[in-house]
């Protein structure tokens, strides 16, 4: 059995809800809404929303009798060698290597992860911690959309070769809604992304603050040139992810947010920065004439 709709009118949360509670089993495809320039009709007869067809396929999700086995996002690399790497458990080079290496011989991640485990790159439970968190993450992102077409498919197994780790759905969705609630708060503290950040006047406030990996990430990127939304991206992060972080270096006093340099105004700024640089005339007339008086 084949359940569609829209998550304009059936949310994430209430799918999971469904899915949990029946104890289905089966795959939820969560696609791209294409425009059809029509409109729908909401069951209280006056909301009207727009009407969507699917597009590509954005999210997978993959269920075994109520419990979340499997999930994998178009903009998230499910890759186990991409994963362990968001997760700390290998740099980048190894990363890639790894890669390649997998291309090469065609293996899955079941027999990936079997080789990392003998190759002692990372233990059992490095694996299931890695996976578990790459899957929450995607499920969080899930509940924050609003209007995208899915389609549940009743009794499709996850991918062949995947590792599938077995999470309780009751438990993500009060996490998951706990975090909605905070991007909630978050969005109205920090709206704008395309605002940029500069260092706050004392820079010795650093020096009484702990910061942990990504926060410092992000401080290395602090530049009146790049925006907020640049910034997410140069680290990887989500909208989420780099309002906590900027919210948490405001309020820290570490920080400050500022419009964004425009081109023309960085243009301006380094020829006013060329100008105070420059040799006073006079001082230029008088090696010119010592110059000359040398012939």
Not at 165 to 186: A, F, M, S, W
Not at 271 to 293: E, G, T
Request: with cysteine; glycine share 6%.
């Amino acid at each position: 059995m084949a359940l569609k709709g829209n998550l304009a009118v059936f949310t994430t949360t209430q799918l999971l809800n469904l899915i949990n509670l029946s104890k289905r089993t089966g795959s939820l495809a969560v696609y791209e809404g294409v425009e059809t320039g029509e409109k729908l009709t909401l069951g209280d007869g006056q909301t009207k929303i727009d009407k969507l067809i699917p597009g590509k396929k954005l999210a997978a999700l993959s269920f075994r009798e109520g419990k979340l086995v499997y999930a994998e996002m178009e903009n998230k690399d499910s890759h186990l060698a991409s994963i362990l790497q968001r997760a700390g458990k290998l740099n980048e080079e190894q990363s890639r290597l790894i890669r390649e290496r997998t291309q090469s011989l065609n293996m899955n991640d079941k027999g990936l992860a079997l080789s990392l485990i003998n190759a002692n790159y990372v233990t059992r439970a490095d694996i299931v911690q890695s996976i578990k968190k790459h899957t929450v993450s995607i499920v969080f992102d899930l509940m924050t959309w609003k209007r995208e077409p899915f389609e549940f498919t009743e009794g499709q197994e996850a991918p062949n070769g995947r590792i599938l780790v077995p999470l309780d759905l009751k438990n993500l969705i009060i996490e998951g809604t706990r975090i909605i609630n905070e991007q909630v708060k978050l969005e109205e503290e920090i709206p704008n992304l395309d605002l940029a950040l500069r260092f706050a006047e004392d820079p010795s406030s650093f020096k009484d603050v702990k910061l942990g990996a990504n926060e410092w990430r992000v401080v290395g990127f602090i530049n009146p040139k790049n925006s907020i939304r640049q910034i997410a991206k140069a680290c990887n992060m989500t909208d989420t992810e780099i309002r906590r972080i900027v919210y948490a270096l405001e309020r820290a006093g570490l920080v400050q947010l500022v419009k964004p340099q425009s081109q023309e105004a960085r243009r301006r700024s380094d020829w006013r920065q060329m100008q105070r640089n420059a040799p006073d005339r006079d001082v230029v007339n008088r090696l010119i004439n010592k110059i000359k008086s040398m012939k």
